[in-house]
């Protein structure tokens, strides 16, 4: 199964979750209404002292009883998911983590921030932001989030200080698959049902209180109160069932991926057995773990309906010897040594590469152990006064600034300068500084750099996100030309960070590329002209890329309008080329799919490619929220 089919399964289980969750609501009106008439009819010597005759069936009560539940119900619903509009950071800061510092000098610390950093590299997502559960004692982790863009990935302090690198890789690259797969929205959308489901206990618990105070009508009040709280713990008994029912066979999917993605199956595995052999277990201590269990690496809480498989089956599954003894583990930290990558180099920026445009779509959302490598070897090339720069929002910022800076001597002088309108002349002047270094980066580092600043970016102010992207856009506008690189660097930094600072923001979804034609039109031609210095050539890769638009085949777009066949090859503005590559971002991933395939055969129509290319096509993917892992060099070419 491929990431577009991920996402198209995890779509089908968002309407299982949906189907779920209405029974669990139909069961609670049920249940509350019979309590109702129950008080009535425990206070009830005989109908007739109501004026009426008792029904255990009353259309109006009913009736009302469903209409408060159903308010009360979505309201909790509501009134949680406005509180989780701040995605990961909200739900990781509400479990009691703490969100770890890349400067950081704990060598456990920094193990998590080294192993978060290479798989989101090589899987081509943002580097998430890590946090750390403190009071956590058991061996746990997840990730959680809206999108990749606001993801986080959180690990407990028993699985910081317990497993060796290798095992808290393999915790690691589990989470991802989550990250990868789409299953966070989905886990967002479940704490929201389930937060709506539990309310109902929390109303007991009130009327109780309310009941004890009461000398009249103590009684009824009590006996409300109970129901309810009864009542409650069924909505919480529903509530597992729906988690189990979401989360199990995700698991031993995100398990598969994790070996898949190291290729060191022990990894993950001897992470299980530590949980399975130590005291603690994978427990998680905090008060909103049971409404999260679902998005644990490994069972959060005690419950009859797991929200995971069983450790013994799940290691079975990876290493068929296991027996079902877990040695058991003392409670000393495991050593923090770091393995060192295999040495690899770089392939000069302007080597050809052989890459299959067909083959593209299949590396969305895959990684392996050669391109996890890659990654660290990319992560120990970038320069350490770049690295110390990432890790203040303001260094980050100038890093970004500098990547933007033109070549041309006079048209940097001209953006600096333009610069000091909305930033202070210190700012400018470090910036300035910066450029030589910036300049004289390796072509593979630029979009593993954008990925690093983007956590330390995400906890700007939104006053300093405004006037960063204001910068943004004076840099891409003050030096009148810009490649289609640079111009994709800015739409990743705004559409990454975008979703940190407004992850709820409402947008069309474009479900066919039938309304996205003149879009593909705009952005294939600006590929083709960009990577084809002879006319003619650009008009091949144009037709070729064309050829994967099945909107496009017979039919001209608004920019060829009035004249028959084909479309032919525009050149519009950056503008049109942002605004095109903006709606593509926000499509449905059958349109994302088709769109990337064009790209590719635009950009290696001809079967060989330079890495400027290469890095090219990936800065398309990444700009439409593709994550598409770094192209390796193949023996021999």
Same mark, same amino acid.
Do not use: C
């Given at each position: 199964m491929n990431f577009f089919e991920h996402q198209e399964q995890s779509k089908n289980k968002t309407a299982l979750l949906v189907m779920f969750f209405a029974l669990a609501v139909i069961g609670i009106v049920l249940a509350v209404y019979t309590a109702i008439i129950g008080v009535i009819y425990s206070q009830t010597s005989t109908s007739?002292?109501?004026?009426?005759?008792?029904?255990?069936?009353?259309?109006?009560?009913?009736g009302s009883v469903s209409l408060v539940v159903l308010m009360v119900i979505l309201g909790g619903c509501i009134f949680k998911i406005i509180a989780l509009k701040r995605g990961g950071q909200y739900i990781a800061e509400s479990l009691g983590g703490r969100l770890v510092n890349p400067a950081t000098h704990d060598l456990e610390e920094k193990k998590l921030i080294n192993v978060v950093e290479e798989m989101a590299i090589a899987s081509g997502i943002p580097v998430p932001l890590a946090y750390v559960l403190e009071q956590e004692k058991g061996i746990n982790a997840f990730a959680a989030g809206y999108t990749p863009s606001d993801a986080v990935v959180a690990v407990t302090d028993g699985c910081l200080r317990r497993l060796t690198r290798d095992e808290l890789q393999g915790v690691v690259a589990h989470e991802f698959s989550h990250i990868l797969n789409g299953d966070m929205r989905l886990n967002i959308r479940l704490i929201g049902m389930i937060s709506g489901i539990m309310i109902i206990t929390s109303i007991g618990n009130i009327i109780l209180r309310s009941g004890s105070r009461s000398r009249k009508n103590g009684m009824p009040i009590l006996l409300a109160g109970v129901s309810f709280i009864a009542i409650g713990y069924i909505g919480v008994f529903v509530s597992r069932i729906i988690q189990s029912a979401v989360s199990r066979q995700r698991e031993y999917l995100a398990d598969a991926s994790s070996v898949q993605f190291t290729r060191n199956p022990s990894g993950l595995a001897n992470a299980l057995k530590k949980i399975g052999g130590f005291s603690k277990g994978s427990k998680v201590n905090a008060?909103?773990?049971?409404?999260?269990?679902?998005?644990?690496?490994?069972?959060?809480?005690?419950s009859l309906f797991a929200t995971h498989p069983p450790l013994k089956m799940r290691i079975q599954r990876i290493d068929p010897g296991f027996t079902g003894d877990f040695p058991s583990?003392? &409670?000393?930290?495991?050593?923090?040594? /770091?393995?060192?990558?295999?040495?690899? !180099?770089?392939?000069?920026?302007?080597?050809?590469? =052989?890459?299959?445009?067909?083959?593209?779509?299949?590396?969305?959302?895959i990684m392996d152990s050669d391109q996890i490598k890659y990654s660290l070897m990319l992560l120990k090339s970038i320069p350490q006064a770049?690295?110390?720069?990432?890790?203040?929002?303001?260094?980050?910022?100038?890093?970004v600034f500098a990547m933007l800076l033109d070549a041309d001597a006079g048209k940097k002088k001209r953006q600096l300068e333009d610069m000091k309108q909305v930033l202070p002349d210190e700012i400018v002047r470090h910036v300035s500084l910066l450029d030589e270094t910036v300049q004289r980066l390796d072509h593979n580092l630029k979009l593993p750099i954008l990925?690093?600043?983007?956590?330390?970016?995400?906890?700007?102010?939104? &006053?300093?996100?405004?006037?960063?992207? /204001?910068?943004?856009?004076?840099?891409? !506008?003050?030096?009148?030309?810009?490649?289609?690189? =640079?111009?994709?660097?800015?739409?990743?930094?705004?559409?990454?960070?975008?979703?940190?600072?407004?992850?709820?923001?409402?947008?069309?979804?474009?479900?066919?590329?039938?309304?996205?034609?003149e879009e593909a039109v705009i952005l294939i031609s600006k590929l083709a002209i960009e990577g084809q210095d002879d006319p003619a050539e650009a008009e091949k890769a144009f037709t070729s890329a064309m050829r994967m638009i099945p909107a496009a085949r017979d039919e001209s777009p608004k920019a060829s309008k009035g004249t028959s066949g084909p479309p032919k090859m525009v050149d519009r503005p950056f503008q049109d080329i942002g605004n095109a590559i903006s709606r593509f971002a926000v499509s449905a991933p059958g349109v994302k799919k088709t769109m990337l395939d064009a790209c590719a055969h635009c950009i290696l129509f001809d079967r060989t490619v330079t890495i400027k290319e290469a890095e090219l096509l990936r800065a398309i993917a990444y700009a439409i929220d593709l994550p598409v892992p770094p192209f390796l060099m193949k023996e021999g070419v």
């Open positions: 007739a002292s109501y004026g009426i005759e008792f029904k255990w069936f009353d259309q109006n009560i009913f008060n909103l773990a049971g409404e999260n269990s679902h998005m644990f690496f490994s069972m959060a809480i005690s583990i003392s &409670e000393a930290v495991s050593s923090s040594a /770091q393995k060192e990558p295999s040495v690899m !180099e770089f392939a000069d920026s302007g080597a050809a590469m =052989e890459i299959s445009p067909e083959n593209i779509s299949e590396t969305i959302g770049v690295r110390r720069e990432l890790n203040d929002a303001m260094g980050a910022s100038a890093v990925d690093l600043s983007l956590p330390t970016l995400r906890r700007m102010s939104a &006053e300093q996100f405004q006037t960063f992207k /204001q910068v943004i856009r004076i840099l891409v !506008e003050s030096d009148g030309k810009l490649s289609l690189f =640079e111009y994709a660097l800015q739409i990743i930094i705004a559409n990454r960070l975008e979703a940190s600072f407004r992850p709820s923001a409402g947008k069309r979804i474009y479900k066919s590329i039938e309304q996205l034609k």
